[in-house]
Structure formats: C-alpha cells, structure tokens
C-alpha cells in the first residue's frame, strides 16, 4: 500500500513515499527537484523506488508541469491524482469566496495542520503559514471553518524587487538585527520583519474573532529562517502539504472502501 505524495511549488517538486497512505506513515525515500529537472525523475531518484500503489499531489505551477509529472509516472503506470480545492475536505470546510480559486497547496497545508492540531489536543483557532517563494498566513476558527488569508512576497522575491528598482542596492546576505546598521543587514531585517509584521496582524484579528489564543504552525523551505522572528511561539513543521496528502488520501481510500 505505499504511497507517493508529490508537492509541486513556485520552484521545485518535493516527493515522499510512504509506507502507507495513512496518517504517521514511515517516510521509505523522499526527494526535491528543481522543475528545471523534473524530466529526469524516472530514470534517476524514482528509478529504483518500490512501485506505489497510489498517488497524490498538489501543484500551484500550472497544467503544463502536471503533465511533466504524469509522463515520469508511466514508470510505474500509475495515474497522477491531484488535489482540487472544494467546499469541505477531512473536516476543514473552505471559506473562499470562489473555493475552488483557492491554492492546493493552501488548501491542503490547512488540512494537515488542523489534524495534526486535533492529535496533540483540543480543537482552537489555528494560523497557518508557508514560508516560500511567496509567504501564505491562513486563519481558521476552532471549527475548522478557513476564515481568509494573506498572500506576500517572499524573502527573495521582495530582495530582487529593491534590487531592480532602487538603484545601488544588491541581493544581500546580510542578518536580522534589531537595529541594523549596514544595507545589507537592512534588507534582510526589513524583509523578515515584514513578514512577521503580517503574521502578527492576523493573529491578531483571529484572536479577537474567535475569543481564543490561536495553536501557530509554520512551515515552508524558509520557515527556520522565520521563526527566530517570530512574536508568538509557532511549531515548525516539516512539510505540513506532506501531512496533508496523507490524510485526504486515507480519507478517500476509506470512503471509496465503504
């Protein structure tokens, strides 16, 4: 009963294959390509995998890449199945104005930060947020209702536009200081603190909505870069699309099984 999850964003494919397509399955192998090079996924890091038995995945790239994906499957002749977002799913129910403009990777990211939520404790109001090449912060109320979210600029994304349009300044490598005292070290501190400044905003309207501290998640290839910023205490999660995709495919396989 392996598994194959596959988390297509802005820049790269992360992959994980699962003992089984179930909450808490033991990772057998695990991967990233950048898109550049996703052609070469079935002559290299898949080549000798175990055949999975099912697969799901989200992408925020486009029908072209989902094709790309489709073809490197036919190694194995299994179909690529991908999350749509709907009005209710594994008990998050989807307060967009138009639910299925919402990201997958949004949509599913919140589903597995609320069961992750659930299998630690109560239910409460939860904040989510993805730290990539963009930056998503999601709130839901306690019931699991998606009440709205942010979307901004990523870290690199706001450092190229400075760099493109003031004239003088660089990408830079510089650290976050409280009073940064040199260009680069101000780049750097102005972009996390901008994020940070958001996520505080919306933690902020959640608390005052709900009546209730919020449980914070982050997650995202940059989200250890974040969290020392942060003003609240967030769990910094791995891959919460990961966690996700596991359980909306054992809740599919399951009803599909009744």
Not at 71 to 91: F, I
Not at 163 to 177: I, N, Q
Not at 201 to 216: A, I, N, S, T
Request: proline share 6%.
């Amino acid at each position: 009963m392996t598994f194959l999850a596959i988390d297509v964003g802005n820049t790269r494919l992360k992959w994980a294959l699962f003992e089984a397509a179930q909450p808490g399955a033991a990772i057998l192998a695990h991967g990233a390509e950048f898109l550049e090079h996703i052609d070469r996924l079935a002559e290299g890091a898949w080549a000798g995998l175990p055949v999975p038995r099912h697969m799901l995945g989200c992408v925020v790239a486009g029908d072209p890449i989902k094709h790309r994906v489709a073809e490197q499957m036919e190694l194995w002749d299994v179909p690529a199945r991908w999350v749509v977002p709907t009005l209710e799913e594994a008990g998050v129910t989807n307060g967009y104005d138009q639910p299925m403009r919402l990201g997958a990777d949004r949509w599913v990211a919140m589903i597995g930060a609320r069961h992750r939520m659930l299998a630690q404790g109560p239910a409460r109001p939860l904040l989510v947020v993805m730290v990539g090449t963009a930056v998503t912060v999601e709130a839901l109320d306690a019931e699991g209702r998606f009440l709205g979210g942010l979307i901004l600029p990523g870290h690199g994304i706001m450092l190229r536009a400075l760099e493109s349009g003031t004239a003088g300044l660089h990408v830079p490598t510089g650290e976050v200081r409280m009073f940064p005292s040199n260009t680069s070290d101000a780049l750097t501190s102005g972009g996390t603190y901008a994020i940070a400044g958001a996520v505080e905003r919306m933690y902020q309207h959640l608390l005052r909505h709900c009546g209730q501290e919020p449980v914070c998640m982050m997650t995202g290839g940059a989200g250890w870069k974040m969290a020392p910023s942060m003003t609240r205490p967030f769990e910094l999660v791995e891959n919460l699309i990961f966690d996700g995709l596991l359980v909306i495919a054992a809740r599919r396989l399951a009803a599909n099984a009744a």
